[in-house]
């Protein structure tokens, strides 16, 4: 049997195994986390509306009825393609006759590196936990100073970058100070907390039409967050941003103004783009390699003349293809080219609040409610697993409606020694 293997177990990774499920191959499935992570609805972990384990599913649990199916956790280092190995960071190499390399994409500071460790991004769920600890912490100290001074830093949360994930953190961030904090502590206001989000561009929510990214502009004004348009950010450190309209103040800075691909795909040394994306032809393979297909946030693929998103809609439908692609190859049949089905996209922005640009089964733009409710619908949906879209469902039935979170914990290492630090000093 020929062997398939997949790095990544994210979107276009899980996809493109599970279309294999009844294939005469067998599937080697690597990634060097245990768990498949659904990255839009990471924000609701950070900002305490939803638990990891809400969001994560087991891959090895994902694919258990899988039996062509083994799922390797361990990291690759680095590809042979003339050999056709994959070579592993613990366990040796991995030969492979078909090769999906679906490894997403990261954080991009444009060249500032150094401004990841104040401007953390939220791409894993390691992420989105030490950036819960970070905001709730500050409101910690924030009390702790008002008792003992009387006084306390600016609560000020600012949000570097306008695209969706911008805003839906932002969002989130509001409700957090002005709603659902509002009557835990007892000698701070929280509703005097300022979330700022910086734009560069003159619009949020950048590639979206102009009566939704309008729209989205004044849910967010509505749920208290403070844009700044045209504003270019030029120095972060730990307790301030530095921007073309002056210097921010913050208490806590988020970081969701770029991504680059994941490395593996430039080490591989096929052509890339500007953000390291691997050029695939209409198989989705790289030049001169029918046997490796590139998908979801690594590949640059261009239909009707423009690039696809980044998005879990591109991965899964490419992840799919690859696998129909080396079925087809198996029964000796042509291959069929790749077509991305767009079916819209969508925003939140906090709770009650939305924009959706919807293009499948109809087109049409929603604002406010109704685009919510589509969101939340479209997010169970997708949600991986039973248990997950009933725990999700649940947990928002009960924030939605008690304006309570369960999941407010603060638990990260790096948080907790910064705390003690703090306090230690302050002694
Ligand atoms: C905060 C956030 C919010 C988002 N919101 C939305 C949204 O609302 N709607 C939407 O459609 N999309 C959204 N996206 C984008 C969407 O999540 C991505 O487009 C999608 O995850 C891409 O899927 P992928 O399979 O290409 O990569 P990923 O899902 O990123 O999976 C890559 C996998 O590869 C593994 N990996 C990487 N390198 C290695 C290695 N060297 N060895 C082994 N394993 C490796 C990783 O552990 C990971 O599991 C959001 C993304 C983020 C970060």
């Known amino acids: 049997m020929k062997n398939v293997v997949i790095i990544g177990g994210g979107f276009a990774g899980i996809r493109a195994a599970k279309a294999l499920a009844s294939a005469s191959v067998s599937v080697f499935l690597v990634d060097r986390k245990n ?22 599913q087991p891959i090895r649990a994902i694919l258990q009825k899988q039996k062509n199916t083994c799922v390797i956790m361990d990291e690759v280092t680095s590809i042979d393609i003339e050999e056709k190995k994959v070579h592993l960071k613990n366990e040796g190499a991995l030969p492979y006759d078909y090769l999906v390399l679906a490894t997403g994409a990261t954080h991009s500071y444009f060249g500032h590196n150094e401004w990841e460790q104040f401007a953390p991004g939220l791409k894993t769920i390691e992420d989105a936990l030490r950036l819960r600890g970070r905001i709730f912490s500050v409101f910690e ?37 002005h709603v659902y904090l509002r009557d835990e502590f007892r000698h701070i206001d929280t509703t005097k907390a300022r979330v700022i989000l910086l ?26 967050v403070e844009i700044m348009i045209n504003t270019q950010v030029t120095d972060v450190q730990e307790s301030y941003v530095m921007t073309s309209a002056g210097k921010i103040d913050a208490a806590v800075i988020i970081w969701a103004a770029g991504v680059q691909a994941s490395p593996l795909g430039k080490d591989l040394g096929f052509p890339v783009d500007r953000r390291g994306c691997v050029m695939v032809d209409q198989f989705l393979n790289p030049p001169a390699h029918p046997e490796i297909f590139i998908c979801g946030d690594l590949a640059h693929f261009e239909q009707d003349g423009k690039q696809l998103p980044g998005v879990a809609q591109t991965a899964m439908q490419m992840g799919v293809h690859a696998a129909e692609v080396i079925k087809q190859d198996l029964e000796s049949k042509p291959r069929k080219p790749f077509k991305f089905f767009d079916k819209g996209d969508m925003a939140t922005i906090g709770r009650m609040r939305a924009v959706a640009n919807i293009r499948w089964p109809f087109n049409a733009h929603a604002k406010g409610f109704a685009a919510w409710v589509s969101w939340l619908i479209i997010h169970i949906f997708f949600l991986i697993g039973l248990r997950n879209r009933f725990l999700v469902f649940w947990q928002w039935i009960w924030t939605f409606s008690s304006c309570q979170r369960g999941a407010q914990l603060i638990t990260d290492n790096e948080v907790l020694c910064k705390h003690e630090a703090q306090l230690a000093s302050k002694k």
């Open 35 to 56: 768990h498949h992570t659904f990255q839009p609805l990471l924000y609701q972990v950070a900002t305490a509306t939803l638990s990891p384990a809400d969001i994560a």
């Open 199 to 224: 734009e560069a561009m003159s619009k949020v929510l950048g590639p979206y039409p102009d009566d939704l990214s309008s729209s989205a502009f004044q849910q967010l004004n509505e749920c208290g």
């Open 141 to 177: 100290e924030a009390e702790r100073d008002m008792v003992r001074t009387n006084t306390h830093k600016p609560l000020n949360f600012v949000v570097i970058g306008g695209g969706p994930t911008g805003v839906e953190v932002a969002g989130a961030l509001a409700d957090t100070c």
